[in-house]
């Protein structure tokens, strides 16, 4: 059981450059999210969903798409880097029982120059 | 919106000392989560609070429900350099599975 996998932990992209963040949990979780953390600021929800075909958008959607088209998986897409996406991204999952908490992956850090 | 404030935002305490860190709802909570994160690590679930005037323990930490459901408090006895990290509180936004996270409290311990 691996809880919340994320991948890369690390990646330097050039501003302007796309990437996917990878997202998979295998606790068979309905609830999934994309949160960033800055230094100082806790963290701010990007995007979630509740379930395989259902995304909606949180706090700080803008730059960012996501999709979720398996219980398991939920990558985020950036489009078109900007230096204001250089975060640490967190991915979690819950179950609708909410006595369980969120379970997070272990992050990517990322840096647009 | 909802909004989640905690103080302080860094407390540095000797080994020993006890550690208290608040937290602030703008509107009533259905229920609280808190969440530790070791340095350089990821938020890892302590507990949930539902009720009101709830009081819930694991070992040195005790935490604490208020009475309108608005607040809540992390209180740690005799810290310990184990203990370091970051505490965040948080709170669901508009809806039960959605969080909103406070900026977190910032723990050092001194050996």
């Known amino acids: 059981n691996a809880g919340v996998t994320q991948t890369p932990k690390f990646r330097i992209l050039k501003i302007g450059q796309s990437m996917t963040l990878q997202c998979a949990q295998d606790?068979?979780?309905?609830?999934m999210y994309w949160y960033r953390q800055d230094p100082g600021m806790g963290l701010k929800l990007i995007y979630y969903?509740?379930?395989?075909?259902?995304?909606d958008k949180g706090e700080v959607p803008n730059g960012y798409n996501v999709s979720r088209s398996t219980t398991e998986d939920f990558p985020l897409r950036l489009e078109l880097a900007a230096p204001s996406q250089t975060s640490v991204y967190f991915c979690?999952?819950?179950?609708?029982?909410?006595?369980?908490?969120?379970?997070f992956g272990s992050g990517t850090r990322l840096t647009v120059v | 919106g909802q909004q989640v404030m905690q103080i302080p935002q860094y407390q540095h305490v000797q080994e020993g000392e006890d550690f208290t860190t608040y937290c602030n709802s703008s509107?009533?909570?259905?229920?609280i989560q808190w969440y530790k994160q070791r340095p350089g690590g990821h938020p890892v679930f302590l507990i949930q609070?539902?009720?009101?005037?709830e009081v819930k323990k694991q070992k040195r930490l005790t935490f604490q429900f208020g009475e309108a459901k608005k607040n809540s408090s992390l209180h740690i006895t005799a810290t310990q350099t184990t203990d370091v990290g970051t505490y965040f509180c948080?709170?669901?936004?508009?809806?039960?599975?959605?969080?909103?996270f406070g900026k977190g409290t910032l723990l050092t311990v001194n050996p």
């Open positions: 509107t009533t909570l259905s229920n």
């Open positions: 948080a709170g669901p936004g508009g809806s039960n599975y959605k969080l909103t």
């Open positions: 609070l539902v009720k009101s005037g």
């Open positions: 606790m068979n979780h309905n609830y």
């Open positions: 969903s509740v379930g395989a075909g259902i995304t």
């Open positions: 979690a999952s819950s179950y609708p029982d909410r006595n369980y908490g969120y379970t």
